[in-house]
C-alpha cells in the first residue's frame, strides 16, 4: 500500500456539517440508487493513477488555504473553480442529486442546474477551507469498487484529535480519473445526503423554487466570507 501525505487545514471537515440531510434511512434507499451505471469505464491498468489525482488535487487546495485570508473569499472561489473542474465530474455528480427528476428537466433546465450546482459545490468549498492550522492529510490507497470505479482511501491526521476518514469514489473519463463522490468516514455519501435533499425539494416545490433555495446558499456563503477577519 503506497502512502504520502501532506497538510489540509481543519476547516476542510466544516465541509463534511452541510452534507447532513437526510435521516440514515433515507440515505441507506439512496446510495443504492446513485452509480455510474452505463458511462463508467473500465478501471485503468496503473492503480496509481487515480491516487495521483486526488493527490494533485489536494495540493492544489493547500496553497488556496495557505493564501486563504489573501485571497479571500471571491479569491478562493477563482482559484477553486478551475480545479474543481478539472478533478470532479460536476455535470454527473449534479445530474444524480436530482434522481429520477433529472430525466424530466428540460435541456435548458439541465444546464441551469448543472451550472449552479457547480457554482455552489465551488463556494461550498471556498466557505469552509479558509485557513491552514497544521492538519495532515494522509493518502492510504485504491480500492477497486463497481463498474470500473475506484475508491481513494485517505485520512486527515488531527493534531490533538481524532483522525477523519475521507474517501473519494472516482472514474476513468476519456483518459482522466474524475472525483464523482465523497465518503465521510469512509461510508457517508455525499451524493446520497444531496440527492435526498435536492430530488425532495425538487418534487415538492419545484425546479424554480430549488434554484431559489440554492442561490441563496451561495448569497449566504458571500455574505459569511465578507465576514472573515
Known amino acids: 500500500m ?4 501532506i497538510r489540509l487545514s481543519w476547516s476542510s471537515i ?29 478501471a485503468a491498468a496503473e492503480s496509481g493513477a487515480p491516487t495521483a489525482m486526488i493527490e494533485t ?3 492544489g487546495l493547500l496553497q488556496i488555504m ?16 478551475p480545479l474543481m473542474g478539472e478533478t470532479f465530474d460536476l455535470d454527473f455528480m449534479a445530474s444524480k442529486t436530482v434522481g429520477r427528476h433529472w430525466n424530466k428537466l428540460s435541456d435548458e433546465e439541465k444546464v441551469r442546474w448543472a451550472e449552479t450546482f457547480a457554482r455552489f459545490t465551488t463556494a461550498n468549498y471556498a466557505g469552509r477551507f479558509t485557513g491552514y492550522t497544521g492538519e495532515e492529510f494522509v493518502t492510504l490507497g485504491v480500492e477497486d469498487a463497481a463498474r470500473g470505479t475506484r475508491n481513494v482511501l485517505t485520512k486527515i491526521v488531527v493534531p490533538d484529535g481524532e483522525d477523519v476518514q475521507l474517501n473519494y469514489r472516482v472514474i476513468e473519463r476519456g483518459g482522466d480519473w474524475k472525483i464523482i463522490d465523497v465518503y465521510l468516514n469512509g461510508t457517508v455519501s455525499e451524493l446520497a445526503l444531496r440527492r435526498s435533499e435536492y430530488a425532495s425539494a425538487l418534487k415538492r416545490e419545484g425546479f424554480d423554487s430549488l434554484m431559489a433555495s440554492i442561490e441563496d446558499k451561495i448569497e449566504d456563503l458571500r455574505e459569511k466570507g465578507k465576514s472573515e477577519g
Open 57 to 59: 488535487f489536494h495540493a
Open 66 to 81: 495557505k493564501e486563504a485570508k489573501t485571497l479571500g473569499f471571491e479569491g478562493r472561489i477563482d482559484r477553486l473553480a
Open 2 to 5: 503506497r502512502k504520502t501525505s
Open 14 to 42: 466544516a465541509l463534511a456539517t452541510l452534507l447532513v440531510f437526510a435521516t440514515q434511512s433515507t440515505l441507506a434507499q439512496n446510495v443504492a440508487a446513485i452509480d455510474p451505471g452505463a458511462e463508467a469505464a473500465p
